[in-house]
């Protein structure tokens, strides 16, 4: 893998490359997909959601273009190829015959520990336990899986005419999870860390035609998947260690679409901040940063519980 320069979130971002430019978000009818949504197009994208929350998606859009902003919003499940290869279609129309920034964000905590689920029955010869779900692994990495290979199969349209040239882009929305694992849900850790594997498996040849493939990875972000839920772990982790700032992904993700020179790497968002996390041969694969990152987190924990009473 080609050395290629981590990224100083402490710079301020140059967000002009965006106008114009057709963007597509996976879960953007609500939490990170949404936040990212309005931002980008108050940066002039062309976008489009797609998403199964048909009414939140369309009061969205009505929220949206009342503004003046172009969006549009799209149902899809992105289990579904031949649903995200509608979305494509609708996107690259809408985008003026191109597609320049995908985003595949739709995400779902799903299914409990492995452990905890095996053992939930007691063992009979007579028949097999209920089989595990994986809905953990269809959305979260399938669907990404899927997102990844349209856009790639798409990014070789001719662009627009009279437009600008611009380094297509895919942004990768992972977790911290896929770095520290997630003890409450074995499909959700499996699926974060392998949209790590996508990265690493994609990033090399894309670059080599011009394309952009970098990752972000939230730790807790306050979205409705981690408030409106009756997962008393998570509910839990998310009282002891706080939440990361929205917009600290969202910075991430922009910054990460718009600057054409930002290609390969990864990006923690914690509640110190955002921090490229060296996910690379070269520095370690993120491991000594998120060490570093999560140690501090733990020591604040720490202090916080000794001075509470």
């Known amino acids: 893998m080609p050395r290629v320069p981590s990224v100083d979130f402490t710079i301020p971002i140059d967000a002009s490359t965006l106008k114009g430019k057709s963007v597509l978000i996976t879960g953007g009818a609500s939490g990170i997909g949404l936040a990212c949504v309005k931002t980008m197009a108050s940066h002039g994208a062309l976008i489009t959601i797609a998403d199964l929350q048909e009414e939140a998606g369309n009061a969205v859009v009505k929220d949206l273009t009342s503004q003046g902003f172009q969006v549009q919003f799209v149902k899809c499940d992105v289990t579904s190829y031949e649903s995200q290869f509608?979305?494509?279609?609708?996107?690259?129309?809408?985008g003026g015959g191109s597609i320049d920034i995908v985003i595949p964000n739709?995400?779902?905590?799903?299914?409990?520990?492995?452990?905890?689920?095996?053992?939930?029955?007691?063992?009979?010869?007579?028949?097999?336990?209920p089989t595990p779900g994986l809905s953990g692994i269809e959305v979260n990495l399938n669907g990404v899986y899927y997102s990844c290979y349209l856009a790639m199969h798409y990014f070789q349209l001719p662009p627009r005419a009279n437009s600008p040239p611009f380094k297509k882009a895919i942004v990768l929305i992972a977790s911290a999870a896929g770095y520290l694992g997630y003890p409450t849900s074995t499909t959700y850790s499996m699926s974060k860390f392998g949209v790590r594997g996508i990265l690493y498996g994609l990033r090399d040849r894309a670059l080599e035609a011009g394309i952009r493939v970098n990752l972000v990875a939230p730790w807790y972000i306050e979205t409705p998947m981690t408030t409106e839920t009756d997962d008393a772990a998570l509910l839990a982790g998310t009282k002891l260690y706080g939440f990361a700032p929205m917009e600290g992904v969202v910075d991430a993700v922009v910054r990460m679409s718009a600057d054409e020179g930002v290609a390969g790497r990864s990006a923690v968002v914690m509640p110190q901040g955002v921090w490229d996390i060296g996910d690379t041969v070269h520095e370690g694969y993120g491991g000594v940063l998120m060490k570093e990152r999560v140690g501090e987190l733990v020591k604040s924990v720490v202090e916080r519980m000794g001075r509470d009473p």
Do not use: E
């Open 86 to 94: 509608s979305v494509f279609k609708s996107a690259i129309q809408f």
């Open 106 to 129: 739709a995400g779902i905590i799903s299914q409990q520990n492995l452990y905890d689920m095996a053992i939930s029955t007691p063992p009979s010869l007579d028949s097999p336990p």
